[in-house]
């Protein structure tokens, strides 16, 4: 499984970004997809997951400002980020769980500016 995030950058707090995570291959066959962010000096920690019948589950921290969705047909992962503080920056990792092995993402920048 390979995994290719991009959409990241700088933006002013307030504004919004989408990152995408494409992955090889079919995303049908995953019964989860999700994001996760690492901030310098911090521990990673979950985003957003979405399932393969569509539920979501958000961190406390991007609820309401946040939305996860998938394409099937594009075998893309979306994290619309809205109403962004200087507190998500981070680096954002895309995550898939498929057969007892988590698969990365390689990762994409997120700074938000005061």
């Known amino acids: 499984v390979q995994l290719q995030a991009s959409g990241g950058g700088l933006v002013q707090a307030g504004g919004s970004l989408r990152l995408s995570c494409a992955a090889s291959?079919?995303?049908?066959?995953?019964?989860?997809m999700g994001w996760y962010r690492q901030a310098p000096g911090k521990q990673r920690e979950l985003v957003a997951t979405?399932?393969?019948?569509?539920?979501?589950n958000y961190g406390d921290s991007v609820k309401g400002r946040f939305t996860i969705s998938r394409d099937n047909a594009k075998n893309t992962v979306y994290l619309q980020m809205n109403s962004l503080k200087p507190e998500d920056t981070a680096v954002y990792y895309c995550?898939?769980?498929?057969?007892?092995?988590?698969?990365w993402g390689q990762g994409t920048l997120v700074t938000v500016s005061s």
């Open positions: 995550n898939v769980p498929w057969r007892a092995i988590d698969y």
């Open positions: 979405i399932t393969s019948a569509g539920s979501t």
């Open positions: 291959g079919s995303i049908f066959r995953f019964n989860a």
